[in-house]
């Protein structure tokens, strides 16, 4: 079953979360109950396919092992080589489960939110190499925040220290009551985006174009209508699911981020990245740019900053192209958002001394609508249909 997808998995998940509804309520911790009912919902997801059962218990075992065992390790030493190794063992079910289909082989760990648990238990370890994490995981809370089961398939992603401060708190009946309001505020904004706006656009315009295009418009039209269609599709698709899992998320008192913050009201490309996906884009900031740049800065390969800062931002948009898939229109996609952050910063430091392009509310609605072209193109790359 996948999440989401119908009534059917809301009428299980709503009649699951009863008894969490009647303890928030109350002002008591629904904690263990929740851990049960994720279980139950995960089989329920998985029940379909045995080899995704199998998958998802081998894979978790293996990354509770490694997390735990990298704990252990770190608390002891700090050897950087143990780290890497550590992480490139992470990472690797992921990266089997995109190279070996695309060599016409079959992988293990092909189920899904693979993914975003992969996510997830990278952030531990390097967390755990930084000193966050500091104190003992329980075995039975890391597997809680792993396979979370509102976000697994394609999260938000979530960060251990905020979830586990969520996780162990229990809010009193005011504060469990606005969680429940938002939460069931978020489900229904997610029925408007998904099952209503994106349904409406995907089957009654997408559909006809532009292989169909309709009688009234030209070729070149019909691929120009898709790029933006395509694209505010995608938004309302993604944005619903987001809510969905934001949503279910907050009525088990966990306070998922948000995912999306009107990212097509962005001025500039960077603005665009700090409201899209951002559980997402945050991660890889996060994780890959900010750890290249800080490596790279230490080595002193290069001595210009700026230089370091535009490698970065290459290797991380490649990786996220690569990470949708290996096909060539993702991994142009990453290139060319790569390409957009680089020039805009170009432009900015030199706006800075030349006074070019003042800010006031008339550039900055101009700024918006040159963003959203230059974004929705980037949306068409990413939709395959360019050629």
């Not at 998995?9 to 009912?37: C, D, H, R, V």
């Not at 279910?248 to 899209?276: A, H, Q």
Request: with cysteine.
């Amino acid at each position: 079953m996948i999440p989401y997808g119908d009534f059917t998995f809301f009428f299980i998940i709503g009649i699951l979360l009863i008894p969490t509804i009647i303890l928030g309520l109350k002002g008591k911790s629904s904690k263990k109950y929740n851990m049960f009912i994720s279980v139950i919902i995960l089989a329920i997801i998985f029940s379909s396919s045995v080899k995704s059962i199998v998958s998802l218990v081998l894979f978790t075992i293996f990354q509770v092992l490694l997390i735990k065992g990298y704990q252990a390790y770190r608390s002891k030493n700090n050897n950087g080589t143990v780290f890497v190794i550590a992480v490139l063992l992470a990472i690797l079910p992921l990266v089997m489960v995109k190279i070996l289909p695309f060599l016409g082989l079959n992988n293990v760990f092909g189920f899904l939110g693979v993914s975003y648990i992969t996510f997830k238990a990278v952030q531990m370890i390097m967390e755990t190499r930084d000193g966050m994490i500091k104190k003992p995981i329980s075995i039975v809370e890391l597997i809680y925040f792993l396979l979370f089961f509102p976000s697994i398939s394609s999260g938000p992603i979530d960060r251990w220290r905020r979830f586990e401060k969520d996780m162990n708190h229990v809010p009193d009946r005011e504060e469990y009551r606005e969680l429940l309001f938002n939460g069931i505020n978020k489900i229904f904004q997610g029925f408007l985006y998904k099952f209503i706006i994106a349904f409406l656009l995907y089957n009654k315009v997408l559909l006809y174009l532009p292989n169909h295009t309709y009688n009234y418009l030209t070729p070149f039209e019909g691929h120009l209508a898709y790029m933006y269609i395509y694209s505010l599709y995608l938004f309302f698709d993604f944005a619903g699911y987001s809510a969905f899992a934001i949503g279910v998320s907050k009525i088990m008192g966990i306070k998922t981020p948000e995912n999306f913050n009107l990212p097509f009201l962005s001025k500039n490309i960077k603005d665009f990245w700090n409201r899209w996906h951002m559980s997402l884009s945050f991660w890889f900031r996060d994780y890959v740019y900010m750890r290249f740049v800080f490596w790279m800065t230490k080595k002193k390969w290069l001595k210009n900053r700026y230089t370091v800062s535009y490698i970065g931002y290459f290797l991380l948009f490649l990786l996220m192209g690569v990470w949708h898939g290996l096909e060539w229109h993702f991994i142009v996609y990453g290139l060319y958002h790569a390409i957009l952050i680089v020039c805009f910063d170009k432009f900015e430091r030199w706006n800075k001394v030349h006074k070019f392009w003042p800010k006031n509310k008339w550039t900055n609605a101009i700024s918006i609508v040159i963003t959203f072209h230059f974004v929705c193109f980037g949306f068409y790359i990413f939709s395959g249909n360019l050629f």
